[in-house]
């Protein structure tokens, strides 16, 4: 490594580790943080995040990273040196452009909203978010101008989460998608409804816990390096690849709740574990792009947990767990029920078939928002025309309609489509790994998932955060994001599921 670049690196360290001490405190606010103690906390957050913010955005840094690009100029685009220094390039950019009193109006903008939001979701009156909406997204078009687009002030958005996707790329994957969802979930549901009546029995909550535990060894989850803890929301967290904690949650009459969102956070750690060590306390540390990280966890969670073979191992244990629940429930049926279709109002409940029509209208919304096609009071009704057309159902009340996420309120726009871009790469990396790794899922039947977590580490957790999706798609794989895959998994899966 050059000497620039070291001087560079060396520099960023210190943004790197106030933001893993923030991550500390983050986690600990989710998890263990008594009620009354939120604001010392979010001082401390504060003072924190604008330290390695001003290291971040400093003069110091904007002459080292110009000395490191000109030491890089000539090394190749794949190299840790050049991945290193265009990295850093991009959050410089992203985090240097918006000015200072802009931050300063739309933080401020957005605690009033997330409040407003809020009380108006619990009392189911969009009227009282709406000045709040349209200040957001007057905010957000306004931040669009400032970091740049040529096309579509969507893509400036979208930019801050999936770099290396534009809109145009994300409506023609999309409108693949759509085309062969649409009438799946209609031959779905023409179908007799499955019963999962089981699944709303009581389940014991510690019993619970202890089987996501079994669940999270089982798929190669290191406790030495991590831990899992109760939260709300669960997430996933890391300090480095040495500590990265999942947290779950448990309902009593919902078990399949915490044994899926243990896998899925499971999924997010597996691909933080697995970032190499050479990258460790530099920018390419850690997991990639929004829609890489869910991709890998959606892989486990729904092409591995919901799949049969992986049950062939686990039910056995998950009814000595709850003899009265399931002793009777088969096998087949307890697949069946994990794995139901219905169309639903609220996204983060919905099954793998329908999820992405959820991702829809929410892309679609926000595209002519910030355009202004669509005005911010007309919202309710064309969520609910979207809901209508996409999914046949129409949500009785805007707390189950366009209240129910969290995003707008915090001035988020152009995330959404993360969610259905890891959908789409899940699905096109397993089915490399199904041909590449002889026997995988009958391997899941005697509970072994190393040969997976082995092969994800060699083409995708081992490039840490050097490439965007569409790079490391190419690079690894030979292809663009597609959604064939995915469309022809689903169908695969269902068909035999559904007898379609
Ligand atoms: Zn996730």
């Not at 979010?42 to 030491?71: C, K, N, P, V, Y």
């Not at 129910?404 to 959404?416: K, M, N, P, R």
């Not at 790994?433 to 995988?440: C, K, R, S, T, V």
Request: proline share 5%; hydrophobic share 35%; glycine share 6%.
């Amino acid at each position: 490594m050059g000497q620039r670049l070291e001087a560079l690196n060396e520099h960023l360290t210190r943004v790197i580790d106030l933001r893993r001490a923030t991550s500390v405190l983050d986690w600990d606010q989710e998890v263990y943080m008594p009620e009354e103690g939120a604001e010392p906390r979010s001082q401390a957050q504060a003072t924190l995040t604008t330290m390695a913010h001003e290291i971040f955005t400093s003069d110091t840094t904007r002459s080292l990273l110009e000395a490191a690009e000109a030491e890089v100029a000539d090394l190749d685009f794949d190299s840790n040196e050049a991945s290193t220094v265009r990295v850093a390039r991009r959050h410089f950019d992203q985090e240097t452009k918006l000015p200072t009193a802009f931050v300063t109006r739309e933080s401020k903008a957005i605690s009033r909203s997330f409040m407003a939001w809020r009380k108006a979701r619990e009392a189911d009156n969009f009227s009282a978010f709406e000045p709040h909406l349209r200040e957001v997204v007057e905010l957000q078009t306004e931040k669009a101008s400032y970091l740049g687009y040529t096309d579509h002030p969507y893509d400036a958005l979208l930019q801050q989460f999936e770099p290396g996707m534009t809109t145009a790329q994300i409506e023609t994957l999309f409108g693949d998608l759509k085309a062969g969802l649409v009438p799946l979930v209609k031959e779905i549901a023409a179908r007799p409804s499955v019963d999962d009546s089981f699944l709303s029995l009581p389940y014991d909550t510690q019993k619970q816990w202890d089987f996501t535990l079994l669940l999270l060894r089982g798929i190669g989850y290191d406790f030495r390096r991590g831990r899992q803890d109760r939260a709300a929301h669960p997430f996933t967290t890391q300090f480095g690849n040495t500590d990265v904690r999942v947290t779950t949650r448990t309902h009593e009459t919902m078990p399949q709740s915490a044994i899926f969102s243990t896998v899925h956070e499971g999924g997010h750690a597996l691909y933080e574990l697995g970032s190499p060590d050479k990258f460790e306390r530099t920018l390419l540390a850690g997991g990639s792009t929004l829609g890489l990280h869910e991709s890998q966890s959606r892989l486990w969670e729904n092409q591995v947990a919901r799949s049969l073979p992986f049950w062939h191992y686990y039910y056995p244990i998950l009814q000595a767990f709850f003899p009265q629940q399931l002793g009777n429930v088969s096998m087949t049926t307890f697949h069946r029920a994990i794995n139901k279709v219905e169309p639903s109002l609220i996204r983060v409940e919905a099954d793998e078939v329908t999820y992405n029509l959820h991702i829809f209208v929410r892309f679609e919304l926000e595209k002519s928002l910030l355009t202004g096609e669509l005005k911010v009071s007309e919202v309710p009704e064309a969520w609910n025309a979207r809901y209508k057309e996409y999914l046949g159902i129409t949500p009785p009340s805007d707390a189950d309609g366009c209240l129910q996420d969290v995003h707008w309120s915090h001035g988020i726009l152009g995330y959404f489509p993360t969610y259905t871009l890891g959908n789409l790469m899940s699905a096109q990396i397993y089915a490399r790994a199904l041909q590449e790794i002889p026997g995988l899922e009958e391997g899941y039947s005697r509970g072994e998932c190393a040969p997976l977590l082995n092969w994800l580490r060699e083409h995708i957790h081992k490039h840490g955060s050097k490439f965007t999706g569409p790079e490391l798609m190419q690079r690894e794989f030979g292809t663009q994001i597609s959604a064939q895959p995915l469309l022809a998994y689903l169908r695969a899966k269902y068909s035999e599921l559904y007898d379609l």
